[in-house]
């Protein structure tokens, strides 16, 4: 393969009926991907026997392990020296691979995000179109990774650099929020990052996913990955890290999971030494204070004074999940 090769790699859980919106779009490419790859993790459906029928390179696994582990396997498998990850229930515009290789060289960046359209998985809707600010991207990736949701059906990536930085931690810890565990990771081993505006992704958002399932998995899992990036970054970014750690204990509360809130809520005070300056003046008095009461004090007064942010969930649950990995 020359430098200018790019897989596509999917990993996929019971996705037969998803894989062919997806590797259609695939295929339809104006200028066709080198690779198409398939990670078949363990599927009672025939996931395999569609992808290979569509045409991908399928790796079956034994056992079901997980989209982190699906992904790090097939970038091990692909021979090219770029790979794009995709969601098996999304898919591609017809340019994304000639927009792709605009940006594919030996003095381009490691890590490219791309544009992309939200849309409606019943009706194609558009509901949104998202873009990535290149400029604060540019200035400091570290720092935007910890502060920005980073999904990877949007990135290009250089293969060997990704192996390199140690691809996807598959601690399962940070399951349900392993994609921004990555990006950190990437941006602390030194990758360089860029953005680019084209829209050239459909992200269709899942009324059902395995996010939107274990939101409450998705905020303790947040509160793994910013604890193990404060060890990381040994002292650095502390603000913007505590500043994800706070958002992540409100979230906690809301799910009456304290124990997750109280670890977040004191990890950002042992590295930011004070208490959010976005929040309330009545909940910074209070974690003067106690903080552990000041985070139940606070969510008890939400339940009583805005009880239609909790009253449409289940029980000890709400609409919030930092980081959350549609």
Known sequence: MSG?????????????????RLLGSATAQTVPFDEIWVYDDASSDD??????????????????????????????????????FHDADDALLPHFVVTARRWMGEDGPDVVLFGYEERDPATDRLLAIRRFDA???????????????????????????????????????????????????????????AADPEVTVINYIQQVSMSASNRAKCIRAHYHVMRKMAE???????????????????????????????????LAVRLAGACPTRSGALFRALCRIHVPAALRIREALIRIAKPHLRRSQPRGSARFAPGDDS
């Open 47 to 84: 996931t395999a026997a569609v992808a290979e029928r569509l045409g991908a390179r399928v790796v079956r696994g034994e056992a079901n392990r997980g989209c982190s582990h699906g992904k790090n396997v097939l970038a091990e498998h692909t021979s090219c020296e770029w790979v794009h």
């Open 4 to 20: 200018q090769s790019l897989a596509l790699l999917v990993p996929a859980y019971n996705a037969a009926t998803h894989l062919p």
């Open 232 to 266: 990381a970054a040994g002292g650095r970014y502390a603000e913007e890290i505590a500043d994800r750690l706070w958002i992540t204990a409100a979230g906690a509360a809301s799910y009456l999971d304290w124990p997750t809130a109280d670890e977040a809520a004191a």
């Open 135 to 193: 400029a604060d991207l540019r200035k400091d990736p570290i720092s935007f990774a910890i502060r920005v949701q980073i999904n990877p059906f949007l990135g290009l990536y250089r293969r060997q650099r990704f192996a390199a930085a140690g691809g996807y931690d598959e601690e399962p810890a940070v399951l349900y929020n392993e994609d921004v565990a990555m990006h950190c990771r990437l941006a602390l081993a030194g990758l360089t990052f």
